[in-house]
């Protein structure tokens, strides 16, 4: 069976500094790989995903995550954060031969202080 | 991409009641999905909504309790029968989309908060 494991709950980070949230996913098949966004009070965004290809993906606005096949590891990464960054990010699989069976992570809320 | 809208947004109801959710989409969908967030946990799927058949359902989730309608292509509704404090959630309604590649991405609605007295 297929899981999802973000091991930090909560994030708290000052503006302006770079932030890693981590995701670790276990499988016996290849799987697509996602983060989503959730911010207060509203329904998931799609963030950025991995489906093939380059392993470094991108989001529009300065997110990006690696997968790393060998660590089964899909980290997010910022550089720098924003306060407008404050929301809760889950991670994602689908196994490739199931088409669409999202299964989440337990979510890392990351928190931006001034 | 697709907009998708819930109704309610949130409810308050009384333990043994039940609460009809319901979900449209701006365009015709393949796939549609209800999915359940505990308070301060990760999303669990519930069923996929199938257009003129019955749900398919995931374990631990029964069609006594989550009754599931999906009249067409652009809407459906979930109901959560016979409420105790145990169902208060957000339930979210997702949607996917056909691509070229195998995968059809996910699109989730803005959820609906429920809280159970």
């Known amino acids: 069976a297929q899981s999802v494991t973000q091991l930090d709950s909560q994030v708290p980070v000052f503006e302006e500094a770079p932030v890693e949230l981590r995701c670790n996913y276990s499988?016996?098949?290849?799987?697509?790989l996602f983060w989503y966004v959730q911010y207060p009070n509203q329904g998931l965004q799609l963030l950025l995903k991995y489906l093939s290809g380059s392993t470094l993906v991108e989001s529009i606005n300065g997110f990006e995550a690696e997968f790393n096949k060998s660590q089964t590891s899909f980290h997010l990464r910022k550089p720098s954060v924003h306060i407008s960054d404050t929301a809760e990010y889950f991670c994602a699989v689908v196994r490739r031969d199931s088409s669409y069976k999202l299964i989440f992570g337990s979510g890392t809320r990351l928190l931006v202080r001034p | 991409s697709a907009v998708i809208s819930q109704k309610p947004s949130r409810d308050i109801c009384q333990r043994g009641t039940s609460l009809t959710i319901q979900c449209q989409v701006d365009s015709q969908v393949t796939m549609m999905f209800w999915y359940r967030q505990q308070p301060g946990q990760s999303l669990t799927l519930i069923a996929t909504a199938n257009q003129g058949s019955e749900a398919t359902y995931e374990s631990g989730f029964v069609i006594d309790k989550f009754p599931i309608s999906r009249p067409n292509l652009t809407f459906s509704t979930l109901t959560v029968s016979n409420m105790s404090p145990e169902d208060s959630s957000i339930y979210l309604c997702s949607v996917g989309l056909a691509e070229l590649s195998s995968y059809n991405e996910q699109f989730f609605g803005p959820g609906t908060r429920l809280t159970v007295l």
């Open positions: 499988s016996s098949v290849s799987v697509y």
